[in-house]
């Protein structure tokens, strides 16, 4: 049995896969929060006692291998992000699922993605931008969230292969008025600005109160990131002008970001846009406004529309991913 885990700093999603020669099968699968849980290991814990529960022991006893996609850089086995709560510790992880450390694979969560959108089906993907398609060639994913994550697919002629990115943490760079005076606005509460600032989940507010900071709703008293359920579904809804504005600013700062990272890699392949937010406000990506700001590059905007560009519907891309590579280790 496999087990994998996509590890995100508001929720975890983890699954137990049987192994059927080189295919895997989901036989388990349920997400927590990931703040409630003290320490990691506690959370495979009550994982193992709910698969045990629900499919019985098999499921929550025989693990073979494991993979753990998580958000940051994972430099020499160790991880370093600043959007979870706990520490993750190969050796300890390994001690407690009785396994060589060789049959535990931890990678980055976008890493993790890119690995997952090479298993899924044609049905897991909906295009904004048919473009010219060229397999052959380099492709990205993004995905925002509680963070902002990118991963490249490096083609090297006969395969692609996966490198981790953290251009999330790149300066932003406005591209108008309003996203200059979004800038200046971020200035005064932080010395250093970067993509993930606007662009994750906690952006929204950010954006609604550079817009207007009059204009308050109920959540503006919590965490940012709460904020950002309520202002995108008064956007969609359009009951308020400010969140129209502010998704607005969001949709083309995005589309912008993911135009950069094309170019950053030539992704010809393919530009692949995931995470749980894109799929929240998929009515807004689909307006045409985030292909126009991607393809928003002067000389360069016919290269740019010649890129197909994805959004990818299935949120357990990552945990697919991470289970593949960790069935890669169980084979090595």
């Given at each position: 049995m496999i087990l994998a885990v996509d590890i995100g700093g508001t929720k975890c999603n983890l699954g137990a896969f049987e192994v059927d020669g080189p295919r895997l099968r989901l036989v388990f699968q349920k997400r927590y929060?990931?703040?409630?849980?003290?320490?990691?290991?506690?959370?495979?814990?009550?994982?193992?006692?709910?698969?045990?529960?629900?499919?019985?022991?098999?499921?929550?006893?025989?693990?073979?291998?494991?993979?753990?996609?998580v958000p940051g850089t994972v430099v020499a086995g160790q991880r370093h992000s600043v959007n979870l709560p706990?520490?993750?510790?190969?050796?300890?992880?390994?001690?407690?699922?009785?396994?060589?450390s060789k049959r535990i694979v931890l990678l980055n969560d976008l890493a993790a993605t890119a690995w997952g959108i090479q298993n899924l089906p044609s049905d897991a993907f909906l295009p904004?931008?048919?473009?010219?398609?060229?397999?052959?060639?380099?492709?990205?994913?993004?995905?925002?969230?509680?963070?902002?994550?990118?991963?490249?697919?490096?083609?090297?002629?006969?395969t692609h292969?996966?490198?981790?990115?953290?251009?999330?943490?790149?300066?932003?760079?406005?591209?108008?008025?309003?996203e200059i005076q979004l800038l200046l606005f971020l200035k005064t509460r932080m010395p250093h600005v970067c993509c993930e600032?606007?662009?994750?989940?906690?952006?929204?507010?950010?954006?609604?109160?550079s817009l207007d900071p009059a204009v308050r709703h109920s959540t503006f008293d919590q965490r940012a990131e709460i904020s950002?359920?309520?202002?995108?579904?008064?956007?969609?809804?359009?009951?308020?002008?400010?969140?129209?504005?502010?998704?607005?600013?969001?949709t083309e700062a995005y589309g912008a970001e993911a135009g950069n990272l094309g170019l950053r890699v030539l992704?010809?392949?393919?530009?692949?846009?995931?995470?749980?937010?894109?799929?929240?406000?998929?009515?807004?990506i689909k307006d045409g406004s985030f292909v126009r700001a991607f393809c928003d590059k002067a000389h360069l905007a016919d290269v740019l529309a010649n890129i197909p560009i994805s959004v990818v519907l299935n949120e357990d891309a990552p945990l697919w991913g991470a289970a593949h590579q960790a069935l890669a280790a169980s084979a090595g």
């Amino acid at each position: 049995m496999i087990l994998a885990v996509d590890i995100g700093g508001t929720k975890c999603n983890l699954g137990a896969f049987e192994v059927d020669g080189p295919r895997l099968r989901l036989v388990f699968q349920k997400r927590y929060s990931t703040r409630d849980s003290p320490r990691f290991e506690t959370l495979i814990e009550d994982f193992r006692r709910d698969a045990a529960a629900s499919v019985g022991g098999k499921a929550a006893s025989q693990i073979s291998a494991a993979g753990f996609g998580v958000p940051g850089t994972v430099v020499a086995g160790q991880r370093h992000s600043v959007n979870l709560p706990w520490t993750l510790d190969p050796p300890e992880l390994a001690k407690a699922l009785k396994l060589d450390s060789k049959r535990i694979v931890l990678l980055n969560d976008l890493a993790a993605t890119a690995w997952g959108i090479q298993n899924l089906p044609s049905d897991a993907f909906l295009p904004l931008n048919v473009g010219v398609p060229r397999p052959n060639a380099n492709m990205a994913v993004l995905a925002a969230g509680t963070g902002l994550g990118e991963a490249i697919l490096f083609w090297d002629g006969q395969t692609h292969r996966v490198s981790p990115s953290e251009g999330g943490m790149t300066d932003f760079a406005p591209r108008n008025d309003r996203e200059i005076q979004l800038l200046l606005f971020l200035k005064t509460r932080m010395p250093h600005v970067c993509c993930e600032d606007v662009l994750a989940g906690r952006g929204f507010r950010a954006i609604h109160e550079s817009l207007d900071p009059a204009v308050r709703h109920s959540t503006f008293d919590q965490r940012a990131e709460i904020s950002a359920h309520e202002i995108t579904e008064m956007a969609l809804a359009r009951s308020c002008p400010v969140c129209v504005e502010t998704l607005d600013v969001w949709t083309e700062a995005y589309g912008a970001e993911a135009g950069n990272l094309g170019l950053r890699v030539l992704a010809y392949g393919g530009v692949y846009v995931a995470g749980g937010i894109a799929l929240k406000v998929l009515p807004k990506i689909k307006d045409g406004s985030f292909v126009r700001a991607f393809c928003d590059k002067a000389h360069l905007a016919d290269v740019l529309a010649n890129i197909p560009i994805s959004v990818v519907l299935n949120e357990d891309a990552p945990l697919w991913g991470a289970a593949h590579q960790a069935l890669a280790a169980s084979a090595g």
